[in-house]
């Protein structure tokens, strides 16, 4: 499967955002945005001529795709699926990303990034209701329970990300048991609880054309 293998930071840099694709390091000064907030490239310090309104579309529905870690394929279809859903489809398009097993075990403090919970998943770390999980997008409900597995509990990096998790805190609708490496959804997020700073509407916008 294709896969995105040049720099993080580059893309934080290009989106003019801090995406925290490389965990800790994120929140460190040898983070790459922190020291060069400019785009990358010969051309990154030199000022920008202002986006035409699809530029603007384009650059929001990158910056949410490379956030979640997702190519243009597999972002589309997400969209065609938040579309086909009841209710506002931006707003669906985020829950549903939000739902992704990787995300969670992010969220959750289990990993300290979402490429480095795609690895850990991937390896079969992870239990979902009792039952080993290997595929990161796996979509998880309201209800469901995830657990570290008894063999993978002493792994050094689930073990530091566990430590630094109190950096960022846990949403409100996970509910996390540290000493016993088992996490709960409560409940699924609405917009509200989403801060991330995306426009959504503008992805739906540049789909709908």
């Known amino acids: 499967m294709a896969r995105y293998t040049d720099s993080s930071c580059r893309l934080c ?32 310090q030199s000022h920008r001529k202002q986006q035409s ?15 979640y870690g997702l190519l243009e394929k597999q ?19 985020l829950v549903l990303l939000e739902r992704r097993l990787d995300n969670m075990i992010f969220r959750l403090g289990f990993a300290n990034s979402r490429i480095e919970a795609r690895q850990l998943i991937s390896h079969g770390h992870f239990l979902v209701n009792g039952k080993t999980v290997n595929i990161p997008s796996y979509l998880l409900k309201a209800g469901d329970e ?4 008894e063999g ?15 950096r960022r805190g846990v949403p409100h609708w996970l509910g996390l048991d540290k000493d016993n490496f088992k996490a709960t959804i409560k409940m699924l997020p609405v917009r509200e609880d989403l801060t991330m700073p995306v426009q959504e509407q503008l ?3 540049l789909y709908s054309k």
């Open 53 to 67: 309104d699809y530029g603007t579309q384009l650059r929001e529905k990158q910056k949410l795709k490379r956030m």
């Open 152 to 166: 993978s509990r002493k792994i050094n990096r689930i073990l530091e990300a566990m430590e630094t998790v109190a």
């Open 75 to 93: 972002f589309h279809g997400y969209f065609e699926k938040a579309d086909r859903q009841k209710g506002i489809t931006g707003t669906n398009l």
């Open 146 to 149: 995830v657990t570290v597995k």
């Open 13 to 44: 840099r290009r989106e003019g955002l801090k995406l925290f694709l490389k965990g800790d390091r994120c929140y460190s000064e040898k983070c790459s945005f922190e020291r060069r907030g400019y785009a990358p490239g010969d051309h990154g």
């Open 203 to 205: 992805v739906v916008e």
